[in-house]
């Protein structure tokens, strides 16, 4: 069954560096998200991305984020100076359409920021 | 800001019996999912409900969501070994939508 593939599964960085954390959603799927665990906290949204732009993005993607998707296969998060609290599993998830298509999520990337 | 209250935070019962894992909320979902997620893994989907008062069945497990769209309940009859893990539930305020809030988290454990 085809999966979401994120790498690495762990980053370890120093506070102010910039991180890139890279996802190959599933290849047919249009719509494109991350979500971020804090290590014993809730699954929260970070942001969405349909057609090549952001959709909708919570009040935690602030200006030190941002998303791509550079070619037809990869969706990037990039965290541009990252902070201590910034530390979490990153999810990347995708769906086929819109309705009920089921979201898929990827196994996440541990970022560790020390 | 939507909150989804997940109880109990901590299950631990009996290879065999049965358990009800519920999901509140004050405030309305157009649609409500539940995922399992194993350590080291991303969430998984189990289902999705949608209308209110709608029941889905997956084997031992039976989906329901409330007449209001607030709340929502998993139960599983027969409990196995295989059932442990972490069951989160996640609404969404728009239906398609999947800006998602997440439950606080259910760690069920059967024992054997």
Redo the contacts between chains.
Sequence with gaps: EPEVTQTPSHQVTQMGQEVILRCVPISNHLYFYWYRQILGQKVEFLVSFYNNEISEKSEIFDDQFSVERPDGSNFTLKIRSTKLEDSAMYFCASKRTGGESPLHFGNGTRLTVT | TQLLEQSPQFLSIQEGENLTVYCNSSSVFS?L?WYRQEP??????LV?V?TGGEVKKLKRLTFQFGDARKDSSLHITAAQTGDTGLY?C?GASN???????????TRLTIIP
């Design positions: 649609s999912q080291g893994e991303g969430p998984v989907l999705t949608v989160l996640a239906f398609g939508n999947e800006k998602l809030t997440f439950g606080t988290g």
